[in-house]
């Protein structure tokens, strides 16, 4: 069962053998560094870190990926540091590590006392130690083999979600064979010294160029996941030769259009010989020909938003791993029944596409979890797709329909995604409700910082409250005075501040607005302070009397409210997420 968590887990089909399993039932495994010598590492597996009004389940997972050793008596010596033999002759790195991943800093003794000692094929499961679970209550004395068979049930359906978050970032050895995960974005050179992290697992690279990344990249042949984004250039050197890293399981060649680069044309060639890839994300490119494509046969996840893309190929039938499939922000009018054999897509995104009319056999993907339709032509649905029993979520927002069906009533509010006023259409009752809601718009005098929260969510989140504002184009076309941007941008605007003190808001929008999330990186407090750090207490609320306005909010957090006014809000039944 250990070798199939590990298997699951890194998903590169790289040999890998397990040494032992700790009392916490972590997984102790070495490989071949790929250099002649071997690496030993730990799998750690816990419960993830949640706040504390949103503890993690019995059943959910992290895992961490820590380097112990590099050689086999170092490892032994590490196994044994705890005991008292040799505990004098064991090294002062050694005790420590083994005291954090053996035994957890004393956890290993504490629920000794409290759950028992263990027996045979027995271990500590749903432990951890961190800020929020200290106290383990998921703890349990469980057999082993049951335990792991759970962490597979959980791996079975959520491997994508915790693919990039396995390796344990290494502080204190930012360039050496324990380095797992680099990342550089923004200006930050390339050091030559990356590449002699030969066991590196991850490299990020972001908004910038990479000139000096090839041929020095294809020592790392460890890597399991390289992210270029938003990069200005990539050498074709580099491109020919990705196929050259054989354990490469995640490759994302992306832009999202508000940086200098340039797109790539085409993937890169023979991407077919890394048996390993399932992870591709191509997304704001130009799109590749799908006789490319369609050789990628052990893809999972597929991402080509925003390429161009004006049809989909019947020969998609044949990446019959797919689970996800990203084709949002493209031009595509119609849908090819082949989609309907791929059996285990579970998420499908066809948002911002001209698609006027969804087949029948759509109503057949029995399997799929999301399905987004945001901001189409659709007019109408079909029926019997309110009948995809397992959808989790189901976009239907910002499309001019003229009728849906009734059978919509059945889905929960929480899978269904749509607006008031089409809920209107298939609900008599939301139609009576919104009979009441008066026409025009309001001001939000009360409190501007509270305003600023649903103007952020309007216009940078749902995009549905024009035009939207941008700050320097904003400063470009202001007659008063001369706004300098690098001056003054770490204050607020007093200009930018007055625009959105004015700015009427439309009643019909705000009955749409259920969740009011403020975050310090939202788009609008980087319009009125260009360059704000996010760290003071300007856009604090003073005020919640315009929630009035807001008759379906029903969730929020703690960002920009005092704990007087999250009383208050709690009083109003609307949940607070601690932030």
């Not at 030993?40 to 993690?56: E, F, H, L, V």
Request: net charge neutral.
């Amino acid at each position: 069962m250990e070798e199939l968590i590990l298997e699951a887990l890194f998903q590169d089909f790289k040999q890998r053998e397990v040494l032992e399993v700790s009392p916490f039932g972590d997984i102790f495994f070495k490989e071949d560094d790929l250099k002649g010598g071997e690496v030993y590492s730990i799998c750690q597996i816990m419960p993830p870190t949640r706040a504390k009004n949103n503890p993690a389940q019995k059943g959910e997972f992290m895992f961490l990926i820590q380097t112990v050793a590099f050689d086999e008596l170092t490892f032994q010596k590490f196994l044994k540091a705890g005991t008292k033999t040799l505990f004098k002759r064991s090294t002062e790195e050694l005790r420590y590590s083994h005291d954090a991943l053996v035994d957890r800093f004393g956890l290993r003794k504490k629920l000794k006392k409290e759950l028992g000692r263990l027996g045979r094929d027995h271990i500590y499961g749903y432990c951890t130690l961190d800020g929020h679970n200290s106290d383990n209550p998921l703890a349990e004395k469980v057999e082993l083999n049951e335990y792991h068979k759970k962490v597979m049930h959980f791996l079975k359906r959520s491997s994508r979600k915790i693919f990039s978050d396995i390796w344990e970032l290494n502080s204190e050895d930012d360039f050496g064979p324990a380095t797992q995960k680099l990342y550089y974005g923004y200006g930050f050179e390339l050091p030559q010294r990356i590449f002699t992290c030969h066991n590196l697992k991850s490299l990020a690279v972001a908004n910038q160029t990479i000139k000096d990344l090839y041929p020095g990249i294809l020592k790392l042949k460890n890597l399991n996941e390289l992210s270029l984004n938003n990069v200005s250039f990539i050498p074709p050197d580099l491109m020919n030769n990705l196929h050259k890293l054989p354990y490469l399981v995640s490759l994302k060649l992306s832009r999202d259009g508000d940086y200098y680069s340039t797109p790539i044309e085409g993937l890169p060639p023979k991407l077919e010989q890394i048996k390993s890839l399932k992870y591709l994300n191509f997304s704001g490119n130009k799109y590749p020909h799908w006789s490319v494509l369609v050789s990628l046969t052990g893809l999972k996840t597929l991402n080509l938003s925003n390429t161009g893309l004006s049809r989909i190929s019947s020969r998609i039938k044949y990446l019959n791993q797919l689970e996800e499939l990203d084709l949002s922000n493209n031009e595509i009018t119609e849908l090819p029944e082949s989609l309907v054999t791929l059996k285990r897509l579970k998420v499908l995104k066809l948002s911002n596409n001209p698609l006027v009319k969804l087949p029948s056999w759509l109503c057949k993907m029995k399997q799929l979890q999301v399905l987004d339709l945001e901001d189409t032509q659709l007019m109408e649905i079909p029926q019997n797709l309110p009948y995809l029993n397992n959808l989790s979520e189901l976009n239907l927002r910002k499309n001019q329909f003229k009728s849906l069906p009734v059978t919509l009533k059945q889905v929960p509010n929480k899978v269904l995604l749509l607006e008031q006023k089409n809920k209107a259409l298939f609900n008599r009752e939301v139609q009576n409700k919104l009979s009441e809601i008066p026409k025009g718009k309001c001001l939000f005098k009360a409190d501007l910082n509270f305003k600023l929260m649903v103007v952020n969510q309007l216009m940078y989140v749902d995009e549905v409250l024009f035009p939207k504002f941008n700050v320097r184009n904003f400063v470009k076309n202001n007659q008063s005075r001369k706004i300098d941007i690098e001056e003054e941008g770490y204050n607020i605007i007093p200009e930018v501040a007055n625009y959105f003190k004015n700015l009427p808001i439309p009643l019909e929008l705000l009955v749409d607005i259920v969740d009011l999330l403020p975050d310090g990186g939202d788009e609008i407090y980087g319009q009125l302070t260009p360059l704000w750090d996010g760290e003071d207490d300007r856009y604090d609320v003073m005020s919640i009397e315009d929630i009035k306005y807001l008759p379906n909010l029903k969730t929020t957090n703690t960002m920009n409210f005092s704990s007087k006014l999250v009383a208050q809000l709690k009083e109003m039944n609307i949940e607070v997420i601690e932030y």
